[in-house]
C-alpha cells in the first residue's frame, strides 16, 4: 500500500499567484481530509469529504481557498491569490469509514 | 467546549530511560483516542488507538497507552526510549460517530544519548 500521497512536497511561490495542492487518498478509503499546520495555529481541519461530497468546509479560511474532489482517487486544494499568511504545511488525510485517519507526507507551502 | 490539552509542550528524557506523555480530554461521552507521531518533515503516523474495550493499549514501536476514565486522560508510555523516538507527539480525540478530531498542541520529544 502506498499510502497518502501528495504533491508537491515543496512549493515556494510569489503572493498573487495560484497554488495547488493534491492529494491520492489511499484506494479503498472513502473520506478525504484536508489540514493545515502551523506554529501558531497547530492542526486545524479545512475541509471534509466523505463520498466524494464535501460535507463540512467551515474550517476554509476563505474564498481565496476552494477545494475539489472530482473522483474517489483524487481531491485538490486551490488558493487563488496566495498570500504569506498562507504559509503552513498542509496535509492530506483519508480513512474508511469510522477508523483512523491516514495522513500523507505533507506539503510545506511557502508564500513570498 | 471539546478540547484536548497536552500539557508538556517539551519533555526531555535520557535513551533507555522510561516516558509517559500527558493527555487529558474534556467531552461529556467517551470518545474515540488516538496518539500519533510526526517526526521532522513527516506527516503523522498512528502510534495506537481506543475506541472500546480493554483501556490498555498496545501500539507500534513499542508504545502504550491507558484509558482512564475517572481521569479523562489516554496517556502515552514507552518503558525505554530509542533516540529515534525524538519526534513530536499529538494526541487526538473524536466522537464516535463523528469525522472530526480535536488534535492536541502536541508535545516535542527529545532523547538525550
Known amino acids: 500500500d502506498a499510502g497518502v500521497i501528495q504533491s508537491p512536497r515543496h512549493e515556494v511561490t510569489e503572493m498573487g499567484q495560484e497554488v495547488t495542492l493534491r492529494c491520492k487518498p489511499i484506494s479503498g478509503h472513502n473520506s478525504l481530509f484536508w489540514y493545515r499546520q502551523t506554529m501558531m495555529r497547530g492542526l486545524e481541519l479545512l475541509i471534509y469529504f466523505n463520498n466524494n461530497v464535501p460535507i463540512d468546509d467551515s474550517g476554509m479560511p476563505e474564498d481565496r481557498f476552494s477545494a475539489k474532489m472530482p473522483n474517489a482517487s483524487f481531491s485538490t486544494l486551490k488558493i487563488q491569490p496566495s498570500e504569506p499568511r498562507d504559509s503552513a504545511v498542509y496535509f492530506c488525510?483519508?480513512?474508511?469509514?469510522?477508523?483512523?485517519?491516514?495522513f500523507g507526507p505533507g506539503t510545506r507551502l511557502t508564500v513570498l | 467546549a471539546q478540547s484536548v490539552t497536552q500539557p508538556d509542550i517539551h519533555i526531555t528524557v535520557s535513551e533507555g530511560a522510561s516516558l509517559e506523555l500527558r493527555c487529558n480530554y474534556s467531552y461529556g461521552a467517551t470518545p474515540y483516542l488516538f496518539w500519533y507521531v510526526q517526526s521532522p518533515g513527516q506527516g503523522l503516523q498512528l502510534l495506537l488507538k481506543y475506541f472500546s474495550g480493554d483501556t490498555l493499549v498496545q501500539g507500534i514501536k513499542g508504545f502504550e497507552a491507558e484509558f482512564k476514565r475517572s481521569q479523562s486522560s489516554f496517556n502515552l508510555r514507552k518503558p525505554s526510549v530509542h533516540w529515534s523516538d525524538a519526534a513530536e507527539y499529538f494526541c487526538?480525540?473524536?466522537?464516535?460517530?463523528?469525522?472530526?478530531?480535536?488534535f492536541g498542541t502536541g508535545t516535542r520529544l527529545k532523547v538525550l544519548a
Open positions: 488525510a483519508s480513512r474508511v469509514e469510522w477508523n483512523e485517519q491516514f
Open positions: 487526538a480525540v473524536a466522537l464516535s460517530g463523528t469525522y472530526k478530531y480535536i
